[in-house]
């Protein structure tokens, strides 16, 4: 158990419809990452949360967003969903303190199914 | 810009042979290096990284890994495959900057025959 927690586990959700992803960091992790994994593209980070700001953007698509709370938990909101969204969505957090470089730690991970 | 080329999609090898899986990196600073594995349904877990100092890492499970900077290789190995080894196995590339985000390679799937 990594200590990282994701809900839900699973989604099942339609076309043109709009989700939430939610992730917990382990305690005392102020970053919090967003992966996607998917057949076609693989393993692609999205975007990086630091203490409830936006630090780096990846391939992260424009109906897409996210936001880190004061409690330094994580939402990743999908709207106009379409058939190729459908993959495994993961959060990772990391303590980014001073000096070292701090590994990430994953969550169990959101599988989005959109028929 | 930084990338990873994970060379077999699938590897088999057979219980109490030797492990290896290969990766390539490309970085344009000093790279921080990671394997993960995935089991089935699972999210990843970090089997040994690299980030300075010793070249050979060793990691949980009986894996290690060895980063050569004149190769560009940081290529994963275990000296006696089990069977509960049988998994995914990612390598990824970091660098030392603000954007600490995890390039992936595209995975290798390991199988291990009795």
């Known amino acids: 158990d990594s200590g990282v927690t994701q809900t839900p586990k699973h989604l099942i959700t339609a076309t043109g419809q709009r989700v939430t992803l939610r992730c917990s960091p382990r305690?005392?992790?102020?970053?919090v990452y967003w992966y996607q994994q998917s057949l076609d593209q693989g393993l692609q980070f999205l975007i990086h949360?630091?203490?409830?700001?936006?630090?780096a953007k990846g391939n992260i698509l424009e109906r897409f967003s996210a936001q880190q709370f004061p409690d330094l938990h994580s939402e990743l909101n999908l709207s106009s969903l379409e058939l190729g969204d459908s993959a495994l969505y993961f959060c990772?957090?990391?303590?980014?303190?001073?000096?070292?470089?701090?590994?990430?730690?994953f969550g169990p991970g959101t599988r989005l199914t959109v028929l | 810009a930084q990338s990873v080329t994970q060379l077999g999609s699938h590897v088999s090898v057979s219980e109490g042979a030797l492990v290896l899986l290969r990766c390539n990196y490309s970085?344009?600073?000093?790279?921080?290096l990671f394997w993960y594995v995935q089991y089935p349904n699972q999210g990843l877990q970090l089997l040994l990284k690299?980030?300075?100092?010793?070249?050979l890492v060793k990691g949980i499970n009986g894996f290690e890994a060895e980063f050569k900077k004149s190769e560009t290789s940081f290529h994963l190995t275990k000296p006696s495959a089990h069977m509960s080894d049988a998994a995914e196995y990612f390598c990824?590339?970091?660098?030392?900057?603000?954007?600490?985000?995890?390039?992936f390679g595209s995975g290798t799937r390991l199988q291990v025959q009795p």
């Open positions: 690299y980030t300075t100092g010793a070249t």
């Open positions: 990824a590339v970091s660098e030392d900057t603000g954007r600490r985000a995890l390039t």
């Open positions: 305690s005392g992790d102020l970053s």
């Open positions: 990772a957090s990391s303590e980014r303190g001073a000096g070292s470089y701090n590994e990430q730690f």
């Open positions: 949360y630091y203490n409830g700001e936006e630090r």
């Open positions: 970085s344009s600073v000093p790279p921080y």
